[in-house]
């Protein structure tokens, strides 16, 4: 018979009532270790944070718009007078830039910030203006976009002699005669160019031109050439041909009638091919100086007068006057005519006829003096 043997079953022990109460101290004390240490995190973080605020702060200062600052600026209202020039294009910083070396605005960032608040800002043209030093960039802005430039505008007609240009120049700007004879007798000075031979009538182009006060007789009869070669450049004139077209234009110019322009350039082109007179009286009142109904019959046949366009063939020596641009299209492409003669047969239109027959020239004549009579 075979004994079974089945041990006791497993019992927990029972703690006693000290093992407990260490127990609970040891759990307390866990406790306590892991608020320590949330806390010591928690301020750790908060340190980190701060660093990174102050950090970014530094940084987000640096980087920061100049108008998020105070500018230094004047009180104003102003001192001394002083000129300064806007240049063309210039920005409002740019032009912060040139009051402040001018020592009109106390710092560019209050000249810039005063620009942006003005609408008027946006308007301001290039130029040269009259400021005060010390002023508050409000009002340098301000008086800025008035537009009110130290310039003046002086136009020369089209048609004018070289003569009535420097007299127009002379009473209108601050340049004088006599720096204006001196600049036309130094060709080099102006930019003359060579085929010119020294002559500047027919070579100063007639338009409005800014006279800054910088300006020299010099820089402003300069201005006058350069625009002449530009035009004829761009009509593609080879330069030997530069002073026969000028010349043929400033003839077309005062003789024609806007609207037949073209028309009086081939007249004056047939009569060269045909190696004839040019025969037209704004010629020989170049040349004399005085209006062609003062002429005399003997001075139109004088063959010492070098103007007198009945007696000598081809071209008058120089040009007799500045001509306008159409003047000079009309010489360098002319419309296709026989032509050889016209009349304005009426003033008030500027009806002109052309023909190539000497007996139709004399009735069309006939007829302007028919008109002529009507007026009283």
Not at 51 to 67: A, I, K
């Amino acid at each position: 018979m075979t004994d079974l043997f089945e041990p006791p079953a497993l019992q927990q022990p029972v703690p006693s009532r000290r093992s407990a109460a260490r127990q609970r101290a040891a759990a307390k004390r866990r406790r306590r270790r892991r608020r320590r240490t949330t806390l010591v995190v928690l301020a750790c973080l908060v340190v980190v944070a701060g660093v990174g605020y102050l950090t970014w702060g530094n940084v987000s200062g640096l980087l920061s718009s100049p108008f998020e600052r105070e500018a230094e600026d004047y009180a104003g209202p102003g001192n001394q007078a002083v000129e300064v020039e806007i240049p063309a294009g210039a920005t409002g910083t740019e032009m912060g830039q040139v009051l402040h070396d001018a020592g009109v605005v106390a710092s560019v960032e209050a000249f810039r910030q005063a620009f942006s608040e003005n609408p008027q800002a946006s308007g301001i043209q290039p130029g040269v203006y009259q400021l005060l030093t010390e002023m508050r960039a409000s009002d340098a802005v301000a008086a800025l976009a008035k537009n009110e430039k130290l310039e003046t505008r002086v136009t020369i007609p089209e048609g004018f002699t070289a003569e009535q240009v420097l007299e127009r120049i002379a009473s209108v700007t601050t340049i004088s005669r006599a720096d204006l004879d001196a600049a036309v007798g130094d060709p080099a000075s102006i930019g003359l160019p060579a085929e010119a031979d020294g002559t500047v009538e027919g070579w100063l182009s007639p338009a409005t031109y800014t006279v800054q006060p910088g300006d020299t007789a010099q820089t402003l009869l300069g201005q006058m050439v350069e625009r002449t070669v530009a035009e004829l450049d761009e009509l593609g004139v080879a330069p030997e041909d530069r002073h026969d077209v000028l010349t043929e234009a400033s003839i077309v110019e005062r003789e024609a009638p806007d609207d037949y322009r073209g028309e009086v350039a081939r007249v004056i082109q047939n009569r060269l091919d045909r190696g004839e007179p040019l025969g037209m009286d704004a010629i020989d009142a170049y040349g004399l100086g005085k209006p062609a109904s003062e002429i005399t019959r003997s001075e139109f046949n004088d063959e010492n007068l070098p103007y007198a366009s009945r007696v000598h063939q081809g071209l008058p020596p120089t040009p007799i006057g500045n001509p306008g641009r159409p003047s000079v299209e009309a010489v360098v492409n002319p419309p296709e005519g026989d032509w050889l003669w016209y009349v304005t047969v009426n003033l008030d239109t500027g009806e002109t006829k052309f023909t190539d027959s000497y007996d139709e020239f004399q009735r069309f004549k006939q007829e302007y003096q028919a008109w002529e009579a009507s007026q009283g």
